[in-house]
């Protein structure tokens, strides 16, 4: 049973790091993973008067408050337009609008789970974490950190992108992803994220199709096999390793494919 002794609404962030360096102590979010472990939590710390709850627009990138829902991902215009729908895509299935009216981005990355889909686009985007104390670190170099006292305050995604794209397996709309895809290219490279695996994402990155139309047919095929040959995919009960290869390697053909142009 998850249990709360006192709530704190942070009146600064400075305020919530200082609270946050007991291990008594939580940072909630939209609680809906939180909610479900058996925990005692000393002081809940909620950020939601700090406004970090919104998307801002630079010439350079995109802001994204920790507090910002799922759901505001899903609907704004911009970075649906900068990433070709691959963002929206990305959070739509993930069970249902009411629960994504109240899942943060903040706590989807910062808990780093294997089955996120908001990881695996994220990465693909070559998005940073922004850190109260430990400042601006590469995303792809965050997930690999275990969880420590840090606040995480925003994700910054640079507008490198050319184009994107995501692609996920599931039995059913609503459940947890057999496996997620998400591609992204720039006039330099090509990034593939691919997660659910079932541990997190993972990035692999490919020079060679930075430039949009510079790829065959023949070498997507010989890129995506080289994935399937290399990744790690494990088994649970939504599906065995065997099966997820077989998906990374379906998938990133799909996903080059698309950036192309051409047929899946």
């Excluded at 994700?155 to 057999?178: A, C, G, W």
């Amino acid at each position: 049973m998850f249990t709360i002794q006192n709530y704190v609404r942070a009146e600064s962030l400075e305020q919530a790091y200082e609270l946050n360096q007991k291990k008594s102590a939580r940072i909630i979010g939209g609680m809906l993973w939180l909610k479900m472990t058996h925990i005692r939590v000393q002081n809940a710390i909620d950020l939601s008067g700090l406004g970090l709850d919104t998307i801002e627009e630079t010439p350079d990138m995109y802001r994204i408050g920790c507090m910002t829902t799922l759901r505001s991902l899903e609907l704004h215009p911009g970075l649906n337009a900068f990433t070709h729908g691959a963002i929206r895509e990305s959070v739509c299935h993930i069970v249902g609008v009411q629960f994504r009216n109240l899942a943060t981005v903040g706590g989807s990355i910062y808990g780093r789970y294997g089955f996120s889909d908001v990881l695996t686009i994220f990465q693909a985007l070559n998005a940073s974490v922004e850190l109260f104390a430990a400042g601006i670190i590469p995303l792809e170099e965050y997930a690999k950190m275990a969880p420590d006292r840090d606040i995480l305050v925003r994700i910054l995604v640079p507008k490198t992108t050319v184009n994107s794209t995501y692609l996920s397996v599931r039995k059913t709309k609503t459940d947890f992803p057999v496996l997620t895809c998400a591609a992204a290219q720039t006039s330099k490279d090509f990034t593939l994220s691919i997660g659910a695996r079932p541990g997190r994402a993972v990035v692999i990155r490919e020079p060679h199709f930075g430039s949009a139309g510079t790829f065959s047919e023949e070498d997507v095929r010989a890129f995506a096999n080289d994935v399937s040959q290399n990744i790690t995919t494990g088994s649970n009960m939504r599906a065995q390793a065997a099966y997820r290869t077989h998906l990374a390697e379906v998938l990133t053909r799909r996903s080059l494919l698309t950036l192309k142009g051409g047929s899946l």
